[in-house]
């Protein structure tokens, strides 16, 4: 199937505008990424954002809050932005936190994890934990109910929702969590499937970019089979939080996010799976209808998750 033309347009744009990552300083590959998408994006409002700072168990964690109303035990849903742990930030983020608000019409805590390479893995996990557990304890301050917290994630922060719902899991918080979503989730090293072989050149998710990523984030080549960073290896899946997966058709991560979402089902996870056709790995990022069907998708979801309509 053809890609979407006009996200076609704005991958052969940003090629243009910022030259390839290996090729560039990361303090000026990251001003570029974060400018180009805040400059795509459409920005909606909402009824209020708070920037706050989580006191994590390593490092103070930024943090922003959005409220879709003056409404109290609102769901709330705990959001990690992508970037290969080493791009993306809050402000990058915010057109797209601010559309999960109000489509799903609850509070979006989007969180400003340690980026790599100046804090290698496990980071990035470390905060995230440490943000989920935050907002699990103080969800009555944020008006939220601490029974109905999710957490999400693209690309990266996919990975990171992933874990945290594992580790939840295996700590057996309580309250615990209520839903995953996992947008084109990277879910561990993957040499063999056929969506890396076939889209890894030329699909915005380029195979050096991953590359570099992997090497400024991981300590040792060792750290690429601990399930923090691999958590596709796990092998009981079982008793997780329900899950949304959402794919795209052209995204080297495609198949290894499919496969999650079959061994969670397999496992008796009640696991919805949905592949946009037409689209790249980052396509909820840009300007173009399948992003608006996406954000849509999610938030009738999260409000039947959160309010049974």
Same mark, same amino acid.
């Given at each position: 199937?053809?890609?979407?033309?006009?996200?076609?347009?704005?991958?052969?744009?940003?090629?243009?505008?910022?030259?390839?990552?290996?090729?560039?300083?990361?303090?000026?590959?990251?001003?570029?990424?974060?400018?180009?998408?805040?400059?795509? @994006?459409?920005?909606?409002?909402?009824?209020?954002?708070?920037?706050?700072?989580?006191?994590?168990?390593? &490092?103070?964690?930024? &943090?922003?809050?959005?409220?879709?109303?003056?409404?109290?035990?609102?769901?709330?849903?705990?959001?990690?932005?992508?970037?290969?742990?080493?791009?993306?930030?809050?402000?990058?983020? $915010?057109?797209?936190?601010?559309?999960?608000?109000?489509?799903?019409?609850?509070?979006?805590?989007?969180?400003?994890?340690?980026?790599?390479?100046?804090?290698?893995?496990?980071?990035?996990?470390? $905060?995230?934990?440490?943000?989920?557990?935050?907002?699990?304890?103080?969800?009555?301050?944020?008006?939220? $109910?601490?029974?109905?917290?999710?957490?999400?994630?693209?690309?990266?922060?996919?990975?990171?929702?992933?874990?945290?719902?594992?580790? @939840?899991?295996?700590?057996?918080?309580?309250?615990?969590?209520?839903?995953?979503?996992?947008?084109?989730?990277?879910?561990?090293?993957?040499?063999?499937?056929? +969506?890396?072989?076939?889209?890894?050149?030329?699909?915005?998710?380029?195979?050096?970019?991953? $590359?570099?990523?992997?090497?400024?984030?991981?300590?040792?080549?060792?750290?690429?089979?601990?399930?923090?960073?691999?958590?596709?290896?796990?092998?009981?899946?079982?008793?997780?939080?329900? @899950?949304?997966?959402?794919?795209?058709?052209?995204?080297?991560?495609?198949?290894?996010?499919?496969?999650?979402?079959?061994?969670?089902?397999? @496992?008796?996870?009640?696991?919805? +799976?949905?592949?946009?056709?037409?689209?790249?790995?980052?396509?909820?990022?840009?300007?173009?209808?399948?992003?608006?069907?996406?954000?849509?998708?999610?938030?009738?979801?999260?409000?039947?998750?959160?309010?049974?309509?």
């Amino acid at each position: 199937m053809p890609l979407d033309p006009k996200l076609r347009e704005l991958i052969e744009q940003i090629t243009k505008l910022t030259p390839k990552l290996t090729e560039q300083t990361l303090e000026t590959y990251r001003k570029a990424f974060k400018q180009f998408f805040k400059s795509v @994006a459409p920005t909606v409002p909402v009824y209020k954002t708070e920037d706050v700072v989580i006191e994590g168990t390593e &490092a103070r964690i930024p &943090a922003r809050v959005y409220y879709p109303s003056s409404e109290r035990n609102r769901g709330v849903l705990v959001y990690f932005h992508g970037g290969g742990f080493v791009l993306g930030d809050v402000e990058t983020y $915010d057109p797209l936190c601010r559309a999960l608000t109000n489509a799903c019409n609850c509070v979006v805590v989007s969180v400003d994890y340690r980026l790599a390479p100046e804090h290698k893995f496990p980071a990035a996990v470390v $905060d995230s934990i440490d943000a989920t557990k935050w907002v699990l304890r103080n969800a009555e301050k944020i008006n939220g $109910d601490p029974n109905k917290v999710a957490i999400g994630g693209d690309s990266a922060g996919g990975n990171l929702a992933a874990v945290v719902a594992i580790t @939840a899991r295996n700590e057996g918080w309580k309250p615990g969590i209520k839903y995953q979503v996992l947008i084109n989730p990277f879910l561990g090293v993957d040499f063999s499937s056929y +969506s890396q072989r076939e889209y890894a050149t030329g699909y915005f998710l380029e195979g050096d970019q991953m $590359d570099f990523f992997g090497r400024a984030y991981l300590r040792s080549p060792a750290d690429a089979f601990d399930w923090r960073f691999s958590p596709i290896m796990v092998n009981d899946l079982r008793n997780l939080p329900p @899950a949304l997966i959402i794919t795209s058709e052209y995204d080297p991560l495609r198949d290894h996010a499919e496969t999650y979402a079959a061994r969670l089902k397999a @496992a008796g996870v009640p696991t919805v +799976s949905v592949r946009f056709n037409f689209v790249t790995h980052g396509f909820y990022g840009f300007p173009i209808n399948e992003a608006q069907a996406a954000i849509v998708l999610i938030g009738g979801v999260l409000r039947l998750v959160f309010y049974g309509t």
